[in-house]
């Protein structure tokens, strides 16, 4: 089992940045391929990026492309999602996913473990 735990959400304006912070315990995060999903309301959860376990392998989503960096420190078993200029449509739950080994996981049902969640709202 793996366990996540998200940090960093908030409230921002817009063109602001945020770091959202996904720190996991339980079996070796290393060998996880690990991202973010988010979530607005009324919406479908939906893909942001993903990281294989190597830090290698970096995927995102196009509406954040150029504005979100993920990275990990398997050192400190933890994920990190770089927010910047974000925009109003950026307002969501941002959920911390993981799945065993190096594998996409563009899809909801690729995910083996979510965290709770953690709120960004971006104002105008």
């Known amino acids: 089992q793996v366990q996540l735990v998200e940090s960093g959400g908030g409230l921002v304006q817009a063109g602001g940045s945020l770091r959202l912070s996904c720190t996991a315990s339980g079996r070796t995060f290393s060998t996880y391929t690990a991202g973010w999903f988010r979530q607005a309301p009324g919406k479908e959860r939906e893909f942001v990026a993903h990281?294989?376990?190597?830090?290698?392998?970096?995927v995102y989503d196009d509406s954040v492309k150029g504005r979100f960096t993920i990275s990990r420190d398997n050192a400190e078993n933890t994920v990190y999602l770089q927010m910047n200029s974000l925009k109003p449509e950026d307002t969501a739950i941002y959920y911390c996913?993981?799945?065993?080994?190096?594998?996409?996981?563009?899809?909801?049902?690729?995910?083996?473990?979510w965290g709770q969640g953690t709120q960004v709202t971006v104002s105008s």
């Open positions: 996913a993981a799945r065993s080994g190096i594998a996409t996981m563009r899809r909801s049902l690729n995910v083996e473990y």
């Open positions: 990281v294989y376990w190597s830090g290698g392998g970096a």
